[in-house]
């Protein structure tokens, strides 16, 4: 068997052909490069592709270029996701014009409608209780689903648990 030859199989598909020059994997053996193509042939075919989900090109490579229409245009929620993680989850949420809906000690939640028939997104600001080796508190966005109504509720469901639930003594 000469070794220059691949064979990939996937949902009973079989093919045979030259070994790729370049295939990338994240930790889940997802195709996965954010920085050029995942997946990269001899003969110039190329794939992007970011966690497994595929990505035009344009915007593996040129991130910086990604806008807010780009983003409410694409249709595929996954592609979607993958470009509000490049744009900048907070950025998109200043940007594309979201919501502070509810705030309290535990959080900040935002609401932004988007133009798809596409249920809200609703995100929930939260500060990390530890300091990063540089002394500050690194911020995160998490989804939560859109029945949540207090930046509580919405950390409380992050942990599986109900509002009530979730009071915290310590954070470590």
């Not at 949902?11 to 053996?29: A, E, Y």
């Not at 979201?98 to 900040?108: F, K, Q, R, S």
């Not at 966005?141 to 009071?167: C, D, H, I, N, S």
Request: net charge negative; aromatic share 12%; glycine share 6%.
């Amino acid at each position: 068997v000469d070794s220059t030859f691949g064979c990939f199989l996937s949902d009973g598909v079989s093919f045979i052909c030259d070994w790729p020059k370049r295939i990338l994997l994240d930790d889940q053996n997802r195709y996965h490069s954010t920085n050029g193509p995942a997946l990269q042939f001899a003969d110039g075919y190329s794939m992007y592709s970011i966690h497994g989900v595929q990505m035009a090109r344009e915007h593996v490579e040129r991130p910086h270029q990604i806008t807010v229409e780009m983003i409410k245009t694409q249709l595929s929620v996954e592609r979607r996701r993958v470009m509000i993680d490049l744009y900048g989850t907070a950025r998109y949420l200043q940007d594309a014009g979201a919501v502070l809906i509810h705030y309290d000690e535990t959080g900040e939640l935002y609401c932004l409608r988007i133009n798809h028939n596409d249920e809200p997104l609703i995100m929930v600001k939260v500060r990390n209780a530890t300091p990063e080796p540089d002394g500050t508190f690194r911020e995160y966005f998490l989804r939560v689903p859109p029945t949540v109504r207090t930046a509580r509720e919405a950390v409380a469901w992050t942990f599986g648990m109900k509002e009530w639930e979730y009071r915290p003594e310590i954070e470590t």
